[in-house]
């Protein structure tokens, strides 16, 4: 007689994984002090402002599914006063099996060239601000399926399997 196990599910990506570093940079200018970005006072008009980050626990995850494929997704977007969100950026990366037998993996991503209008968006880090968002899903992610009710959702409430949530702290210095 053939012995049968019951699978523990793994809804919502419950067990995932953790990030373990994460920092923001200025591309290409070769000066240490761009790499990790600690005063932001340093961005220029055309800056290329990025993100590094490792995720870790990567071998942990999904351990009695069939198949162990997650999908990072980033949202760059920026907080609008009470009018609610604007998202500016969406990446998605597929960790398939042969990626999770990793214990971790670290990712760079490029966010946007910084434009110093600044002062025009009234950045106050208070009710107008850019924000970054990583958030874990199971399986491959399919930017066909998001609707906007779910998109809404992501950038304006905390996630069961976000990552990570930072404000980037962008607001001119006043020109008195």
Known sequence: ????HI????SDGEIRPCLSHFKFYIGQTGHKEDNPLLDFNRLRDGSELGIE???S????????DESNAI???VLYYERVGQIGFKLNNLWSVELNDKDMKDSYKTFKI????????LVKRKYDMYLNYPLIKIITLPG???FEELDEETLSHWMTWSQHNELLCAKIPMIPESEE
Request: glycine share 4%; aromatic share 12%.
């Open 140 to 142: 491959k992610f399919d």
């Open 1 to 4: 007689m053939e012995e049968k």
């Open 53 to 55: 980050f490792t995720i």
């Open 71 to 73: 999908s990072l997704v």
């Open 57 to 64: 626990g990567l071998n942990r995850i999904y351990i009695n």
């Open 7 to 10: 699978k523990a599910t793994n």
């Open 110 to 117: 490029s966010l946007t060239k910084v434009y110093l209008d």
